[in-house]
């Protein structure tokens, strides 16, 4: 490129010439978010090619690893999201006299993309994303996307662009219309070669003005996708209000459209869920971080990995790192198993790739990675080995005696373990600071929760390779300590006494399920029992039984797979109240003496979620958790606590702490021996202070 200009030293924006073509480019790292700096320099970059005659066209460009992902989130709610707003930027880049074209690489998100729709031409690589998050945000694009969007690549993809928050490829944009052309290797030499071609065109093409995609869908195109997604929106306040704002694009001319995003976009702004996404979406990136960690920590180098176990989990682990393109060695007793766990990868690979989400080669790119093997001694080349076996301490000690013999110097040696104390396994062999924790979620190819727990001993650099490495295979890893169940599963535990102690009480299971549902949980502690199976930790003999849960078990009511749990079951898993648990359960209480008595949905919400904060202020100051947002991230991601409640810990603060306190006060006397106060929530509670600043 020629005829460089000095760009002001303070700008993210700086501006230079090729010819005729005023090439802007933004350089605000990491990501170019669209702050305040950036929006005041795009505006001055415009006012310069409009003010300089030799100029002929506009090119707007991004350095770094992506074009703009959007406004800048951690600006909302202060002063400075006010000044040089970003509608008012775009509509400044598409009245420009002078047609503007956007070169995109990387993420064009949110305002990102909608300085994009504003520009009259789009380029983009063709591994670049384009997509509208908003949504996960709790918001709306509020700066023309509702309604620029529909109008550019039809009104269906922007629903399900704005509605679902989900990116699409550049193919895919170039096929609805959003990407004008599609350029291979350098992207800045191509967007000025476009730029000098269209520099002539007239009239420019104004997203804004566009009417020709507005027709192209059916007249029920709204109705039909808030059918089809009603399972997904429930709770959400924001994917409807997307879905309102794109219909008023279709509804009314593009000046009264913006204004009904606007006031749309205000609403949701100014509610409980945006603040909890958007608190949420800060939680997530925050949990990555390892406190304390010196500087100087390196990784460890890993190429190939080593799973011990090729049932549910062990499979499951494994095809996280094929499908990263991490080699894995996959060990197992028999061939019989070792064939059934690689079948069922196999297959579940293939199951992906019938919805169109992989192709067949990736498939076979992926299998290819695996080597299924009986001979444990084929882990001795691996890089990090990480057991999914029986959850017993004797069986996971004498799989660790056996990799320390084995594994070579320098490799981590990991447990799925979900309870079991990662300091005795560690004690137990010769090299305590290679051992983690390294708990998956089931189906551990599919739930983006990691908890990696650190040992007493766990060296630093190891904790750090962990955490990396579940980034790199798509996890969002949360650090956690030693302890019974560690962070999620320890917080389960006084919500599960409480619920079952209910039952006797008076409550059903219908009723507790329903009040976990009703507040955003994807299903309550007893139909969650059922689908996890309800004899999971029975002591396995019939005539011992000592609660409602050991009586389900001895009459084969072990959940979901045997058809009857504490519910019943059709042919298609269809859950209906069951006359037999329910008689159990009044016998039982009878047989304790239990009065029932009517329960109150309130007192469900304080005897089963007020506890689990409880239990997370004690996993706090016990220093279980580095930081209450890390507690919201692990229940979220592994439990699916409704994102716009923020995660345990943040509704803790909505609802005000002391509110909490006061409900478990109410409910202390019956939730008694099982329960004591976290002094942490105590204290909070009493100085008015909160768990989040
Ligand atoms: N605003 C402020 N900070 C942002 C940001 C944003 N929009 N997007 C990312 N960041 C920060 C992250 O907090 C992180 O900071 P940290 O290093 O201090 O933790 C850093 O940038 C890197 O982010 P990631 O760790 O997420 O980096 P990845 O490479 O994994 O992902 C990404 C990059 C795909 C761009 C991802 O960051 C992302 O999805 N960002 C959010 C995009 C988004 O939601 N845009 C819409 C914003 S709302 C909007 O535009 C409103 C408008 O319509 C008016």
Redesign the pocket.
């Known amino acids: 490129m020629t005829d460089v200009r000095d760009a002001p030293t303070t700008s993210p924006i700086s501006t230079r010439k090729h010819g005729d073509v005023l090439i802007v480019l933004s350089n605000n790292p990491?990501?170019n978010?669209?702050?305040l700096a950036v929006r005041q320099g795009l505006v001055a970059a415009i006012g310069e090619a409009e003010a300089d005659d030799s100029v002929k066209a506009v090119v707007i460009a991004c350095e770094g690893?992506?074009f703009f992902?959007?406004?800048?989130?951690?600006?909302?709610g202060t002063p400075k999201a006010f000044e040089q707003p970003?509608?008012t930027v775009v509509d400044i880049i598409e009245n420009c006299s002078k047609p503007v074209v956007a070169a995109i690489h990387?993420?064009a998100?949110?305002?990102?993309l909608?300085v994009a729709l504003a520009s009259h031409y789009r380029v983009a690589l063709p591994t670049a994303?384009l997509?509208?998050?908003?949504v996960?945000?709790g918001?709306?694009?509020?700066?023309g996307?509702t309604q620029r969007l529909p109008r550019v690549a039809g009104v269906r993809k922007a629903l399900e662009m704005c509605a679902t928050?989900n990116p699409i490829g550049a193919k895919d944009g170039f096929d609805c219309g959003l990407i004008d052309r599609l350029v291979e290797g350098e992207l800045l030499p191509h967007a000025v070669a476009y730029a000098e071609e269209v520099r002539d065109v007239r009239p420019l093409p104004k997203s804004s003005e566009r009417q020709d995609r507005l027709n192209d869908c059916t007249a029920d195109v709204f109705e039909t996708f808030v059918k089809e997604n009603g399972r997904k929106f429930r709770g959400f306040e924001a994917p409807l209000k997307n879905v309102e704002a794109v219909k008023a694009a279709c509804e009314k001319p593009y000046a009264e459209g913006v204004i009904e995003e606007r006031k749309l976009?205000m609403e949701l702004m100014s509610g409980t869920q945006a603040k909890a996404q958007q608190y949420f979406?800060?939680a997530?990136?925050?949990a990555?971080?390892i406190e304390g960690l010196a500087d100087d920590v390196r990784p460890r180098d890993i190429k190939k990995v080593g799973v011990i176990g090729a049932g549910t989990m062990g499979g499951g682990i494994s095809m996280n790192f094929l499908s990263a393109g991490i080699p894995v060695t996959i060990v197992e007793m028999n061939q019989e198993a070792l064939d059934r766990g690689a079948g069922i990868m196999r297959k579940n690979y293939e199951a992906t790739a019938s919805k169109g989400r992989m192709t067949a080669q990736q498939v076979e790119q992926a299998m290819g990675y695996l080597q299924p093997t009986l001979d444990f001694a084929a882990l001795a080349d691996c890089d990090l080995i990480i057991e999914a076996v029986y959850e017993n301490m004797d069986v996971k000690k004498e799989i660790f005696g056996r990799l320390d013999k084995i594994a070579k110097p320098g490799a981590i040696l990991a447990s799925n373990t979900s309870y079991l104390d990662i300091n005795e396994i560690a004690s137990s062999i010769s090299r305590p600071g290679d051992v983690v924790g390294m708990h998956f979620f089931s189906p551990a190819n599919v739930m983006k929760l990691l908890e990696v727990v650190r040992g007493d001993k766990t060296s630093p650099d190891v904790l750090l390779t962990a955490m990396q490495l579940g980034?790199r295979i798509k996890k969002v890893p949360v650090v956690a300590g030693v302890c019974h169940g560690f962070i999620g599963n320890r917080m389960l535990m006084p919500r599960q006494i409480e619920a079952t102690k209910l039952l006797l009480e008076g409550a059903s299971p219908e009723q507790v399920d329903r009040v976990h549902v009703e507040f955003g949980m994807p299903m309550g502690p007893f139909q969650m029992a059922d689908l996890a199976g309800v004899d999971i930790g029975w002591h396995r003999d019939p005539n011992r039984i000592e609660n409602v849960r050991d009586a389900l078990c001895a009459i084969d009511r072990w959940g979901q797979k045997k058809g009857a749990g504490f519910y019943d079951y059709d042919e298609k898993r269809r859950p209906t109240p069951s006359p037999v648990v329910q008689q159990i359960i009044e016998d039982f209480a009878k047989k304790q003496g239990v009065e029932r008595r009517e329960i109150s949905d309130q007192e469900i919400v304080e005897r089963t979620l007020y506890t689990m904060v409880n239990e997370g202020a004690k996993i706090l100051e016990e220093g279980i958790a580095q930081r209450a947002s890390d507690i919201d991230v692990v229940w979220v991601y592994g439990y699916g606590w409704p994102v716009y409640r923020g995660g345990p810990m943040f509704w803790a603060d909505t609802e005000g702490l002391q509110a909490i306190v006061d409900g478990l006060k109410r409910q202390e006397e019956r939730m008694k021996p099982d329960f004591s106060f976290s002094q942490l929530l105590l204290d909070k509670a009493a100085k008015g202070e909160k768990f989040g600043k």
Do not use: M
Request: charge should be positive.
């Open positions: 990491p990501v978010a669209l702050g690893q992506t992902a959007g406004a800048d989130v951690s600006e909302f970003l509608p990387g993420t998100l949110g305002g990102g909608e994303k997509g509208t998050p908003e996960k945000l918001l709306l694009p509020g700066a996307g928050g976009f979406f800060f997530e990136r925050k990555n971080k980034k």
